[in-house]
C-alpha cells in the first residue's frame, strides 16, 4: 500500500528501487518513535499495570504535554496503592497532576498519608496536600503526631540560655525548660509555630516565679510551675498540642530586690544633695540680698547725714540756731564718738582674748 502511495504521488519521477528504499526509511522511522514511546512509556506504564495502579498509556502521553514527570505521578501512585491506598482516598492521578503542577511535594504527601494510615491518624488528601503547599512539611507533621518532639524553652540558637524570674522576695530565678508537644493536624494550617509556643511557655514561668512569696518555694516544688503554665491553655491557636512543661534546671541568680533597694538609696541620697544643694543656693541668694539691703541703708543714712550740715547752714542764716547751742551739739557729737571708739576698743580686745584662749 505504502509504495502504491508512493507511486501514485510520483509515478513519472521514482521509479521502483527509490520507492522501496523511501517505503523502508518510512518504516525505520515510525519504528524509531515507537521504540523512543516504548522506551520512555511502556516500562511505566508496565509498573503501574502490574501493581494495578490504573495509569493508562494516554495518561502517562498527557503528562508530557502538560509538562508534569510522569516517572513521579507513577511511582508515588505505585507506592500509595502498595501501602493500601487508592483513588477512593482522593490518590487519582489528577489529583496528583493537580498537585505536581501546583508546586507541592507529591511523594512527601503520599509519604504523609502512607504513614498516617499505618498510625491510625485522621487524614485525608486534601488536608495533607493543603499543608504541603502551606509549605509545611507534612511528612514531618505526621511524624510529629505519632512521636512527640521536645522543644528547648528558651531556644538557645537566639541567644538566651535561660529564662529569668524574680521571686516577690527580690531572688532571680535562672530557668531552663523542655516543652514536649505533638502536632494537631486540624490546626496545622494557620497554626503558631514552636517561635509562640516558647514565648508563651517563657511568658507563664516568669508568671509563676513572680508570683512565688519566695524563691525557696520555687525550689521545693519546681513542677508547682509546669503545672500553672499548663493550667493556661497555651497551646491554643498553635499547630501544636502541649503534652508536658518538663523544669530540666533552676539556678539562683542576683538579688535583684537588694539591688534595686540600693539603686533606689543612691538615687535618693542624689535627690537629697540636689535639694540642699538649692537650699544653700538659696541662703545665699538671700545673704547677697540682704547685704545689697544693708548697704543700700547705709548709702541713705550717708545721704540724710549729709543733709545734717545743710540744715544747720540754713538754721544758722534764719536765726533758729545760735552758736551756743551749736557747739553744745558738737559736744555731744564728739562725746558720742569717743564712747564708740572706746565701745569698739573693748570689743576688740574680748576677741583677741577668747581667740588665745
Known amino acids: 500500500m505504502i509504495f502504491t502511495v508512493l507511486a501514485q504521488a510520483n509515478p513519472p519521477q521514482l521509479s521502483m528501487p527509490t520507492l522501496f528504499w523511501l517505503g523502508v526509511i518510512t518504516l525505520g522511522v515510525i519504528g524509531l518513535l515507537g521504540g523512543i514511546f516504548i522506551t520512555k512509556y511502556f516500562n511505566l ?11 493508562s498509556i494516554m495518561d502517562l502521553v498527557g503528562m508530557s504535554f502538560r509538562k508534569v514527570n510522569p516517572n513521579i505521578i507513577v511511582r508515588s501512585k505505585i507506592m500509595a496503592y502498595q501501602a ?26 503520599v509519604r504523609a498519608l502512607i504513614a498516617a494510615n499505618r498510625a491510625d491518624i485522621p487524614l485525608s488528601y486534601k488536608r495533607a496536600a493543603a499543608i504541603d503547599l502551606a509549605g509545611r512539611n507534612v511528612l514531618e507533621a505526621v511524624q510529629t503526631s505519632v512521636n ?36 494537631n493536624l486540624d ?13 508563651r511557655v517563657g511568658e507563664g514561668i516568669v508568671n509563676a516565679i513572680g508570683s512565688a512569696d519566695t524563691h525557696l518555694l520555687v525550689l521545693e516544688k519546681p513542677d508547682s510551675i509546669s503545672k500553672r503554665v499548663l493550667e493556661k491553655g497555651l497551646d ?13 534546671d533552676i539556678d539562683v541568680g542576683d538579688n535583684i530586690g537588694a539591688n534595686l533597694q540600693a539603686l533606689q538609696a543612691e538615687a535618693d541620697t542624689r535627690v537629697a544633695r540636689a535639694k540642699a544643694e538649692e537650699r544653700r543656693a538659696f541662703a545665699v541668694a538671700q545673704e547677697q540680698e540682704q547685704m545689697a539691703a544693708v548697704q543700700e541703708n547705709r548709702a541713705k543714712v550717708v545721704a540724710a547725714e549729709a543733709e545734717v550740715p545743710l540744715a544747720i547752714a540754713e538754721a544758722f542764716r534764719q536765726g533758729h540756731l545760735g552758736v551756743n547751742e551749736y557747739y553744745n551739739l558738737r559736744n555731744i557729737q564728739a562725746d558720742t564718738e569717743m564712747r564708740n571708739s572706746i565701745a569698739d576698743s573693748g570689743n576688740v580686745r574680748r576677741e583677741a582674748t577668747g581667740a588665745q584662749q
Open 236 to 248: 491554643a491557636g498553635t499547630a501544636y498540642e502541649i503534652l508536658s512543661i518538663d523544669i530540666a
Open 187 to 199: 490546626r496545622l494550617v494557620g497554626g503558631a509555630t514552636d517561635e509562640t509556643i516558647i514565648a
Open 84 to 109: 493500601g491506598l487508592s483513588e477512593k482516598d482522593g490518590l487519582t492521578t489528577k489529583s496528583l497532576e493537580a498537585h505536581y503542577l501546583a508546586g507541592g511535594n507529591v511523594p512527601n504527601v
Open 148 to 183: 512527640p518532639k521536645v522543644i528547648p524553652c528558651p531556644d538557645p540558637s537566639q541567644g538566651r540560655q535561660t529564662i529569668d524570674g524574680v521571686a516577690r522576695n527580690g531572688i532571680q530565678l535562672k530557668v531552663k525548660a523542655k516543652v514536649t508537644v505533638r502536632t
Open 45 to 55: 506504564w508496565i509498573q503501574a499495570f502490574s501493581t494495578n495502579a490504573n495509569v
